[in-house]
């Protein structure tokens, strides 16, 4: 399986959906990132490197076993969902052919602030127009038909952040990975006084919320139908 994650910033895949990347992975599926924009906002204020996070989410990729990573520079904290962003969106999309596209939500979770960045919400919204019509279909940047991009629907896409989310994977064979790969953003490690703990917490949560037994780790999403 080809399986697109579109992500805001830096760290959105890891902190989410680091599990079941390493779980998709390990069982040979093909991952590939886009990063949409390059998380400068989110620097320490003496910081000069403003691609610092970019390298950081090369490292935790590599961790997961992702090599394919994408980085569109799109404004931090001004991500417009805009023509020009679903283009970039549909050409990943074309490109890769996935069977999958993981995104965030595009609508307000009133139950987590966290969730409800405007980024996430941008993202998630381009995302969903980029699969259905604009991917799929040729009057949609006809330009890209010369290049090769021939058009490609998306089966299925699963959303991060929904306040009601349908379903759950078991990630607890491969969350010694992600945690590794979180630990990887160390720019943003310094927001945890217990990093491991607070990620051990939020999955057991999450597993007992789908009622999963104890002591599994699980992350969430909302799985719709795309074809």
Known sequence: MRVLVVAAHPDDTEFISGGTI???????????????????????????????????????????GVTHVEFLREPDGRVVDGAGLRRKLVMAIRRMQPDLVVTHSPVHNLGSVRYSHSDHLAVGRAALASVFPEARNPRFHPDLLSAGMKPWAVPEVWLCGVEQSNFAVDVSEHFERKLAAIRMHS????????????????????????????????EEFHRIAAA
Do not use: C
């Open 22 to 64: 390493a779980s998709m992975v390990a069982r040979g599926d093909r991952v590939g990132y886009v990063v949409v924009t390059s998380g400068e906002l989110g620097l320490p204020i003496d910081e000069t490197d403003t691609l610092l996070r970019e390298k950081e989410q090369q490292l935790a990729a590599a961790e997961l």
């Open 187 to 218: 720019s943003q490690a310094r927001h945890f006084e217990d990093i491991a703990g607070f990620f051990r917490e939020w999955a057991q949560e999450v597993a007992k919320r789908h009622g999963l037994p104890d002591g599994v780790f699980a």
